[in-house]
């Protein structure tokens, strides 16, 4: 547990303890100097380990660091909130905990390595070496400073780096996997079970299904009352203008149209078009010939599958005349499909074979005029909307109500009861800007506009919280139906698969009660389509011969196992897997070896944290 910050601790030691991987992204990325510069009394560090102060910057370095790999990992920018949410932050601080212990231990017993050894890693360095490929002094010495550090501060950190790795290697290094921990490991992830799988379905049953009676609905809405009730809710005032509330005032202009239609001419002048394969030769003579052997009866595909390519290859989709260059005349003067040439591509001599024509489109002036205004006057519409959200904004600012700016600026009121996640409340929640203000606003907050993805304006304010509450079972009949139904199936086919289990446990053939799916070589990773994870778990803790009902949502099957079968003990696969698992067994050892080891050497050392020095470094991410 870290103790408080302590302001009579006797003068602690600073030294660098950054991975060297850290260094060269620092170095390489321009994460040097990164935002903390000076905090509260002149301080940089976050803490202490026995006599190891763990520097501000260090933290704020891996911190980025951290962020930077995991928004690389998922494909989009994170920042400092979801990283704490995702517990990157506490990860971070553990590690730079684990270094300062390590380093302290270093220390105090005395492990570090010489100049020459920092040398040589300085000189390895990619990042400072020259054009010429060999290390640089002065590419070095501005390699550093562009990052903000000198040569001392960056070979202290490079030194701590190579004593740590000293000492995690002594304690990591030594540990091996046990054979029968391999043995174990492998029997266990080797072995493969055959089994048999009767999957039944409503249409199973001997009987159909019959339909709930009032008293029978009733009783299963009381039973599970939680499904139907409403969750607690926000009664929500709010004034609304949409751009379809306003765009059919909105006035337009012929010319307008006119304009917006020759923009977009070729949205409405479609020429025609022909679906066009091209077929490719190496001279205008391979051309020739191969029309020739066409007219004689061979097939468009067999020359294609000849050249060795598909008909995705050759295939030009929908073209124009004007694509296609010399061939185009000839193209589209067919009036039916077929194939023409050789004429001259951009490629070489080719065969061009139509399959389609696409008749042209001509949208008159007229005929896209109503569109049109409709697109105009909506556009017009989101732009005299824009317009308000100044003045609505200076009236709330103001201390005005909801009601005045509604009144104000022509919106329409309206109250909904919001519940966050609920599949009942009114259309405005459909808009994401809507559910983020309410969901983030309380009852007593001002009232705030937010502007909706169409070009709308809300002003919304949590007038009370409305408490869970049942909806009336009339207003959830059909849900109510679906939900007693599916719980009555699941039952019915239960039962069915029990008396089935006996019958086939009493000699009858499972495959006599339906389609059985057979598996042969199922591992622990096999899984089937809509199946519990309790089928693959039974599968392997049956006994050959053994009968279970295995049931989940939407799923009821009867399950027999037919055979186990040992992991193989010779061969080559059997050796690489087990020196997989027996490598990842050592490794997994040796980590929680150094693990423990390392809370030891915390523990023993005593760790001091400044949170507010962290609080401080967390803000210069934001």
Known sequence: MAKPPETDAPKKK??????????????????????????????????????????????????????????????????????????LDRQVLQQVITRAAIDNENERIGISVGDAVVADQVAGMNAFHSTAGSFDRETYRQALQRNNMTESIFEAGLRSDLSRTILQGAVVGGFVAPKALVDTLYAYDGERRGYSLLRLREA??????????????????????????????????????LPDDLAQTMPIDDKALQDAYNSRLSEFQIPEKRLVERL????????????????????????????KLALDDVDLGDVSKSDLGAA?????????????????????????????????????????????????????????????????????????????????????????DYASGADDNDPIAAYPA????????????????????????????????????????????????EAWTAAALAKALGDHAAIVKAAVEGGASLGAYGIVSVATDADRRSFVEGAPPSLMQAVFAMKPGDLQVIEGPGFTALLRLDTITAAPVDGDAAKAERETLATGAQQAIASDAFTLYSNALTSEAGITLDQAVINAVHAQFR
Request: proline fraction near 5%.
């Open 328 to 416: 185009g005349d000839a193209v589209f003067a067919l009036a039916s499909p077929g194939v023409v040439g050789p004429f001259m591509s951009d490629l070489g001599p080719a065969l061009f074979r139509m399959n389609a024509i696409l008749a042209a489109q001509n949208t008159t002036f007229e005929a896209a005029k109503p569109a049109l205004l409709i697109e105009l006057q909506t556009d017009a519409a989101r732009r005299a909307i824009g317009d308000k959200v100044n003045a609505v904004d200076d009236a709330l600012a103001g201390g005005g109500t909801i009601e005045d700016v509604a009144k104000e600026q022509g919106l329409k009121i309206a109250t909904t």
């Open 434 to 481: 809507f559910r983020k203000a309410a969901d983030k606003m309380a009852e007593g907050d001002y009232a705030e506009a937010v502007l909706l993805d169409d070009g709308g304006l809300v002003v919304l304010r949590v007038d009370s919280t409305i408490p869970a509450t049942a909806r009336p079972i009339e207003a959830v009949h059909d849900k109510l139906v």
């Open 204 to 241: 199973d049953l001997p009987a159909p299904l019959p339909a709930p009676f009032d008293a029978d609905l009733k009783t299963y809405y009381d039973t599970n009352i939680a499904a139907f009730t409403r969750p607690e809710a926000k009664r929500i005032t709010y004034a609304e203008v």
């Open 280 to 307: 490719v030769f190496g001279t205008e003579a391979e051309a020739t010939a191969a029309k020739a052997r066409l007219d004689a009866g061979e097939t468009f595909e067999a020359l294609v599958a000849e050249r």
């Open 14 to 87: 600073r030294g660098p303890s950054v991975l060297a991987w850290v260094l060269m992204a620092m170095i390489i990325g321009g994460l040097g100097g990164f935002g903390v510069t000076n905090f509260g009394g002149g301080t940089q560090s976050i803490g202490t380990v026995g006599t190891r102060e763990i520097d501000a910057n260090d933290y704020a370095r891996a911190l980025k660091q951290e962020i930077n790999a995991f928004s690389a990992q998922i494909g989009q920018p994170i920042g400092l909130p979801q990283a704490q949410a995702l517990g």
